[in-house]
Each structure stands twice: as structure tokens, then as C-alpha cells.
């Protein structure tokens, strides 16, 4: 490694996916979309190259992208030998900075080759391998030189179990996930309630479903589209108004999002963020959520539901059909409040990183 970097055109980022990540549009995941949003507009953009593996339609960031092929080896940890190659690149590459997404246990094997490492936390660390004990997560502040979390929600859950004074200084940072900021005309909306995501419970779906028939009978003029798919659990739903859709690309959701009138966001578990909630809030959907987790950050002016079942979201949605002035005053609400674009994210991760090589 470079002793000094003299100035951003010798600089080198390295960005290690987890495992099976899917850099690539036909299943793109928010990791996925948050680097590919950042990135283009990064003042480091010529210097950082990305490591993955998967097996899909490598089309996102093409000319920076490093897919690290696999190949099946039995009674071998698929990991290692996936850290094992991204190791072998970087001994060539020789990177001034690497940053590793969502996998604390990554740390132990880059820590020899690499002391300028970032740790990105995407989900709940007292899930995570790696970060799970306190013990685990004090080895994560010993190897890193900068912890980031998409949410104050995450690094709580980090923060659990430390003492204040026993927390190094300026090493965390929280940096949310980003969208542009849609032009939207109001008028032009239509009458659509929106549900973009996984189809169980976990996301609120059976919530979802009781509320709407109840909806779409009493307002026939109304529609319900469905985003999304769920191959291990199945809740039927069927009516004349409710449009299911299946997985789609993020660009065709974004125009869902553009032309539909309210968003539901009803989760029943902690969402470490809530990428839904921030696409809709951006495009001036009128957005409900629930108060679990990270949302209530991803979309702080959104209508959040005290009580999280079918008769209080069925309430919500009524008195915004019911009102337009009151609807349209939420959305504008919504709308005008959002600021976390790309550019913001993207201009908060190079200042992370001006912070830690120092230019």
C-alpha cells in the first residue's frame, strides 16, 4: 500500500460485495442499487472497481465490475474461496481503501492485506456473523476505520451493550440509501394505492390484503397494484381491481411509484431502512408506514400507523380517498421533504473517505 496519496488520481477503492450479491438488474438488491446510484457521480469514479459473484446479466457498472467466478468445490466454504480470489485481485491491485458491504466476518481475512477498511452495514448486526457478540463487534472497531450504517436504527442495534466512553471518536457514520428526486405533477396522479415488496408477513402483506378488499369495494373507482413475489410463502388475493405484477425492474417500479396516488409500507419486522418508502416519498406518493425500524427515517412526514392492523391502515387509506385537500397536502408534505438524493449520499461517502486517506 501506498505510504501517501498524493492526490485523487492515484487513489484506489476497492468495494466487496457480499457472496451472491446480485449486481445486476434483473434482481437487483438495495446494496446493489445504492452503489450504482453513488457511484457514476463519485469524485472517485475513475478509481473504484467492484468485486462479486453472481451468475445473472452482469449490466450494472459493467466497466467497473469484477465478477469472481465460483466454480463448485466440495467440502469447501464457498466464502473463503470467494474471499481467497478477492484477495489474490487485491494483491495486484494494491487498493488505498477497501470497503466491504454487510459482511462483518469478511473483516479477519482483509485485515492482513488491508488496514484502511470500511464496513457498511445494510441490516441488523446482532443478526450478522461477525457482529453478533459484543465481543465480535469490539473486534469490528479494532479492524475498521470507519463503521457506516444506513440508518440510526442500525447503529443502536450496534451500540448495544457498549458503554459510551468506551466508543472511539468520529468512527461511525450513518449514510442513507438514495434515489433521484422524481418530477412529479399531482394532478396527473391516478388512483392507485401501491405495495411494492416481499408478499408475506414479515412485510405486512396479510395486512395489506384484509385492508384493500375492504377498500376496493367501497371506492370502485379505486385500483390496487402489487409489486413483488414471495416463492416460500403464499397469501391469495383476489378482486376485479387488484392488479398483481410480479417482480419488475427498479425503472419500471419507479414509474408505478410516479403515477400512483398512496404507497403502503405496513411491515411488521424492524426494516433496517426501507428503500420502498424512500422511492415513494421521492416520487410524492401519499406514504403510509408502520413505526418499525428504519422507516419512520426513510420517510420521516409519512403517515405512520399507531396501531399496526387491517381496520387502522383500512381508517388511514379512507380519509385520504376521502379528502383530497387532506391528500394531496400529505403528498406535497412528503415530497418537498425529501433530500436524500444520490447526490447527497454520493457526496457523504467521498467526504468518509477524503477523512480517512486524508487528501
Known amino acids: 500500500m501506498k505510504s501517501k496519496i498524493n492526490s485523487i488520481k492515484n487513489l484506489k477503492i476497492s468495494i466487496l460485495l457480499p457472496y451472491k450479491e446480485n449486481f445486476s438488474s434483473e434482481y437487483a438488491g438495495a446494496v446493489s442499487l445504492l452503489l450504482k446510484d453513488t457511484i457514476s457521480i463519485s469524485k ?27 466454480d463448485n468445490f466440495f467440502f469447501q466454504s464457498k466464502s473463503k474461496i470467494y474471499l481467497k480470489k478477492f484477495i489474490d485481485h487485491e494483491q495486484k491491485f494494491n487498493s488505498d481503501i477497501i470497503e466491504i458491504h454487510n459482511r462483518p466476518n469478511y473483516l479477519d481475512y482483509i485485515f492482513n492485506f488491508n488496514k484502511n477498511l470500511v464496513l457498511f452495514f445494510h ?27 444506513i440508518s440510526k436504527w442500525v447503529m443502536k442495534r450496534f451500540l448495544t451493550g457498549f458503554k459510551k466512553k468506551d466508543l472511539p471518536k468520529n468512527h461511525f ?7 433521484n428526486k422524481k418530477k412529479i405533477n399531482f394532478n396527473k396522479k391516478n388512483k392507485i394505492i ?11 402483506y396479510d395486512i395489506f390484503t384484509k385492508a384493500i378488499v375492504n377498500i376496493l369495494n367501497f371506492y370502485p373507482e379505486w385500483k390496487a397494484v402489487v409489486i413483488g413475489d414471495e416463492p416460500r410463502e403464499k397469501i391469495f388475493v383476489k378482486h376485479k381491481n387488484l392488479i398483481q405484477l410480479g417482480f419488475k425492474k427498479n425503472k419500471t417500479v419507479t414509474n408505478w411509484f410516479i403515477k400512483s396516488d398512496i404507497c403502503v409500507v405496513c411491515s411488521k419486522w424492524d426494516e433496517p431502512f426501507g428503500r420502498t418508502a424512500l422511492e415513494a416519498s421521492s416520487a410524492g406518493c401519499a406514504v403510509i408506514i408502520s413505526n418499525k425500524g428504519g422507516l419512520p427515517e426513510a420517510s420521516p412526514k409519512a403517515i405512520k400507523l399507531k396501531y399496526l392492523n387491517p381496520k387502522n391502515l383500512e381508517n388511514r387509506l379512507k380519509k385520504l380517498i376521502n379528502d383530497k385537500k387532506y391528500k394531496i397536502s400529505i403528498q406535497k408534505k412528503i415530497y418537498n421533504h425529501f433530500f436524500l438524493t444520490n447526490k447527497h449520499s454520493s457526496n457523504t461517502i467521498d467526504k468518509l473517505r477524503n477523512s480517512i486517506i486524508k487528501i
Do not use: A, C, W
Open 44 to 70: 472517485f469514479k475513475n478509481n473504484i472497481k467492484i468485486f462479486g459473484s453472481t451468475k445473472l446479466k452482469q449490466d450494472i457498472l459493467k466497466d467497473k465490475y469484477i465478477n469472481l467466478k465460483i
Open 123 to 149: 441490516n441488523d448486526p446482532l443478526l450478522m456473523k461477525g457482529s453478533k457478540s459484543l465481543t465480535d463487534r469490539l473486534n469490528v472497531l479494532k479492524k475498521t476505520k470507519k463503521v457506516v450504517f
Open 173 to 179: 457514520e450513518i449514510i442513507y440509501h438514495s434515489t
Open 194 to 204: 401501491l405495495f411494492v415488496g416481499r408478499l408475506n408477513e414479515s412485510k405486512g
